[in-house]
């Protein structure tokens, strides 16, 4: 019995740490989740603009939300939304009024406060302390706002802000996910500074912390413990731009504490939970003094008003001297049940910085002995009630009630009866999934079979119907749960998402079925458009990866062959060992590959001092390190500028110890790939360190880091840039920038390599704003969200890929040719938005099969301000439908040279 229960108890544990990057839904503005008594406003012009019309995209009323008279720039007129439960909020949205062309009343500018009780309000500030956001330039346009930091909160107001007496009105949608952790507020010491000698200051306060400061420490809030943003491995550096040094992490320095030799910290939550584990995600830079922490106790409070229990949890942890890598670590907290912790983190060296914390849970209260301190107050009957059952005094105990024990036996018999029902559930899955990867699965009224990807690829998507839109009756494609509607917000150009879904063909009962079943939106895609996109139909109807030809051939042919889909493939090659692209050259074979075969030098692997882990794989590492004498060691000719016997900056890509010999030798083949490569720009490989494991391969790399995050960081030059000294590119810089990536590629494209991943984050840059071509973007945590992950599989960069390389697993030159197109979008919009933000991740796929049909319906990314109308005609016909219709690197180059030089 005890048993069955823990096992019930165990599958309610709560999701851990909030991912902003992915925490982007809609909250329930628009489709009417968040009810109208939910959404109230400090007053409204008339009843038809009241608060319950501040909705997006929504014309109901007269249109917005409108605060009565003319606002004042002294106003502080609010719309306040009810969220319902603690939220992570990520996302603001606004409107003005349209009403359909007869409004043209709209907000410029406003301000954020927000409550996660509804009586204490807080206003929210960037982390550059600046408060107001920019509002809307029209009625009707869009404007997105992300919140740098993010609101952890139930109740938000939004606070319109003028500059002149004018009318105001707004709608509104807010973005976000729900706060699982339950957390309110922590307090702490204040973070201290540090000033290493040869670096800059670094402060480790917490900057966007919402409480109160006092005789240096912080109480009643939360800050950057809390705001999904991870602290990288070099505590000196920042995710963010234009911050300190430091600035991810808070921390504190050993001696600067007394002599108690740790950091005490509390934690407070909405209600009583049974905690699991708590996950701290510290720095471990032993080299500068700085160590995870030795050891941790942890205190219990049930309640607020009552005192600490006696008993805590102790936790020592495993030092590392070693790995220098940040790291999270777990501290099991044994399901205590209380309100409030109180934990002590013990120094394990000079310093101790953290930078995320977060709290697992479970929802069903536990029952745990407590045994409370001296302050704590006497147990009443209510507190004892769900604790410990009541006794009274033998001599006048009555006889136990048994009445209810026949219910009890009930539960516990449903409880067994449900767990052998979804034992068998298992069972039959795994029976289902074997058959299926052995025979060929009927799937429409005719005889059209094909054969489906392993059990271990398969989802299983439960998503419940949501109420259409006012005015738009469902579709099967718009039939989606908005909480699991992934946001990409930035451009107005694009149409709503659920038009644009609606663009798209809509899947038969049959097949939506069938994808249900899968769950996998590649599947679904395939089901989307019949037998056109596998290999198998294109093997069957002419052989191998050639262009399809629907007029050629029928249903009946399309899967009657048993040639596996892309995904089992091509395409599951694309990532290679240490999680960098592999590039694809199929003259190359792995079998006859030994050391033997390597021309790069032997590098001595002491003289790799280790800075920074870049990027992982399955099998493999790649880290920033500096190579000591390596001009010397490369002798005369070396790709490296002459460092006057100085170290250099270089990636080297490790091998782990437990790879499978499999992945030495796929590891081996990529060296000599790159031993094959040699142009100025294009990455080198350099030397190698292969006579003893781990086996090592080092790169060129640059202190100026890759094209997206440089861009990323400037404007436009122009007189203000220079006026306000703001970091800047002019035009003919990026059009050299893109001149020198052609010229890259058309070198691959000479040797007839495929790069397979060709974006800005590729691109290294370095002082002279030369380019080279790198390989490793996959690898890099930074840019997970440009890659789409097939369970099993591998990590597709489908933002970049050409359709027939989504839907058919076809890579060439003519795909990279499409993702050189997507790389100049890139360019020209200086990187401050993904490609095809608007869309989701399966949107992105939906629109491939738009491309494979060609009826005109597909969509594609709009053209940058900055970019001159020939060279957005030269992007088009990179994303050319057909092949042939593409131009050659070599006619990019030449298109791309002249515009350099005017």
Same mark, same amino acid.
């Given at each position: ?663 030495? %030798?796929? /590891? !081996?083949?990529?060296?000599? @790939?790159? *031993?094959? $490569?040699?142009?100025? +720009?294009? &990455? ?23 094209? %997206?995050? /440089? !861009?990323?960081?400037?404007? @436009?030059? *122009?007189? $203000?840039?220079?006026? +306000?000294? &703001? ?25 007839? /390599? ?149």
């Amino acid at each position: 019995m005890h048993l069955f229960l823990l096992l019930i108890l165990q599958a309610t544990a709560a999701v851990g740490q909030v991912d902003p990057a992915h925490c982007r839904y809609a909250l329930g503005m628009e489709d009417g989740r968040i009810k109208d008594d939910d959404i109230t406003a400090s007053s409204h012009w008339y009843e038809t603009t009241g608060p319950q019309y501040a909705r997006l995209n929504r014309e109901e009323g007269d249109g917005a939300w409108c605060p009565e008279g003319q606002l004042e720039p002294s106003d502080s007129q609010y719309l306040q939304v009810d969220l319902g439960r603690l939220t992570f909020l990520t996302v603001v949205g606004t409107q003005g009024r349209y009403a359909r062309n007869s409004g043209n009343e709209f907000a410029r500018a406003y301000r954020l406060n927000y409550s996660r009780d509804g009586l204490l309000w807080k206003s929210w500030r960037n982390r550059l302390g600046n408060a107001v956001m920019e509002g809307n330039k029209n009625a009707y346009a869009s404007v997105i706002n992300d919140l740098h930091p993010p609101i952890i909160t139930r109740y938000i107001r939004l606070i319109p802000v003028t500059r002149v007496s004018t009318t105001v009105c707004m709608r509104v949608e807010l973005y976000g996910c729900p706060w699982e952790d339950g957390l309110i507020s922590y307090s702490s010491p204040e973070g201290q500074p540090m000033n290493p000698p040869g670096y800059p200051i670094a402060s480790f306060n917490d900057s966007t912390y919402d409480g109160a400061h006092e005789r240096r420490r912080l109480f009643g809030g939360m800050g950057q413990l809390t705001d999904g943003v991870i602290g990288l491995d070099d505590f000196l550096q920042t995710r963010q731009y234009h911050v300190w040094p430091g600035y991810d992490y808070l921390g504190w320095r050993n001696d600067s504490l007394g002599t108690q030799g740790y950091v005490e910290m509390e934690f407070v939550f909405d209600r009583r939970r049974n905690f699991t584990s708590m996950k701290v995600h510290s720095n471990n830079m032993f080299s500068r003094g700085v160590k995870i922490f030795s050891s941790v106790s942890c205190w219990f409070k049930p309640r607020l008003i009552a005192g600490w229990e006696v008993e805590s949890v102790a936790f020592k942890t495993v030092l590392d001297d070693r790995n220098p890598s940040a790291r999270y670590v777990t501290v099991p907290l044994n399901r205590r049940t209380a309100k409030s912790i109180r934990c002590r983190f013990y120094f394990a060296d000079i310093w101790m910085m953290f930078s995320e914390i977060s709290f697992q849970s479970e929802d069903t209260v536990l029952p745990t002995p407590m045994t409370l301190g001296s302050t704590s107050p006497p147990i009443t009957e209510e507190s004892t009630m769900l604790t410990t059952p009541k006794t009274a005094n033998p001599s006048t105990s009555e006889p136990p009630d048994d009445g209810n024990t026949p219910i009890l036996i009930g539960c516990l018999v449903t409880i067994i009866l449900l767990l052998v029902i979804i034992i068998f559930l298992i069972l039959w899955c795994q029976y289902v999934c074997k058959v299926l990867e052995k025979a060929p699965r009927r799937i429409l009224d005719e005889e059209v079979t094909v054969r489906l990807s392993s059990c271990s690829d398969t989802i299983i998507l439960q998503t419940p119907p949501v109420p259409p839109r006012s005015g738009h009756a469902p579709t099967g494609l718009a039939n989606t749960d908005p909480h699991y509607e992934r946001v990409f917000l930035l451009d107005p150009q694009y149409q709503n998402p659920a038009v644009l879904r609606n663009k798209l063909p809509e899947l038969s009962q049959s097949a939506e079925a069938s994808a249900l079943l899968l769950g996998n939106p590649l599947y679904d895609l395939l089901l989307l458009t019949s037998c056109h996109m596998t290999s198998g139909w294109l093997r069957a109807c002419g052989g191998g990866y050639a262009e399809p030809d629907v007029t050629q051939c029928t249903p009946h042919q399309c899967f009657h062959s048993n040639a596996p889909h892309y995904a089992e493939t091509d395409i599951v090659r694309l990532q290679g060992v240490t999680g960098s692209n592999m590039y694809a050259v199929p003259a190359l074979t792995v079998d006859s590959l030994t050391r033997k075969d390597i021309s790069a030098a032997e590098f001595p692997r002491q003289h790799l001092i280790f800075r920074e882990k870049l990027g992982e794989g399955q099998f493999g590492e790649v880290h920033l390190c500096e190579a000591e004498g390596l001009p010397e060691f490369l002798g005369e000719g070396s790709p490296l500028p002459d460092r006057d016997g100085r170290s250099v900056l270089v990636a080297v890509k490790q091998l782990r110890a437990d790879a499978t010999s499999q992945a030495r %030798n796929d /590891f !081996l083949k990529e060296i000599k @790939i790159m *031993s094959r $490569l040699n142009d100025p +720009n294009i &990455i080198r490989l350099l030397c190698v360190c292969v006579s003893s494991d781990p086996l090592c391969m080092v790169t060129e790399y640059m202190e100026n880091g890759d094209l %997206n995050m /440089f !861009l990323s960081q400037r404007e @436009i030059e *122009s007189t $203000l840039t220079h006026a +306000n000294n &703001i970091p800047s590119v002019s035009l003919s810089d990026l059009l050299h920038m893109s001149v020198q990536i052609s010229s890259g590629m058309k070198y691959l494209a000479s040797l007839n /390599f495929v790069h397979r991943d060709l974006a800005t984050r590729n691109c290294l840059l370095d002082r002279r704003l030369t380019i080279k071509i790198a390989d490793f973007g996959m690898s890099r945590n930074l840019y997970s969200s440009d890659y789409y992950r097939i369970q099993g599989r591998a990590v597709l960069p489908i933002r970049w890929m050409a359709w027939e390389s989504i839907l058919l697993g076809k890579f060439t030159t003519a795909s990279d040719v499409w993702a050189f197109g997507v790389t100049l979008w890139e360019i020209f919009t200086l990187c401050k938005e993904q490609p095809y933000s608007l869309l989701s991740d399966e949107q992105v796929i939906e629109n491939t099969g738009e491309f494979f049909r060609n009826q005109g319906r597909q969509i594609f990314l709009y053209g940058p301000p900055l970019c001159p109308p020939s060279l957005f005609e030269l992007m088009m016909r990179c994303w050319s439908r057909d092949l042939a219709d593409r131009p050659t690197f070599e006619g990019l180059y030449q298109a791309l040279r002249p515009h350099v030089n005017q």
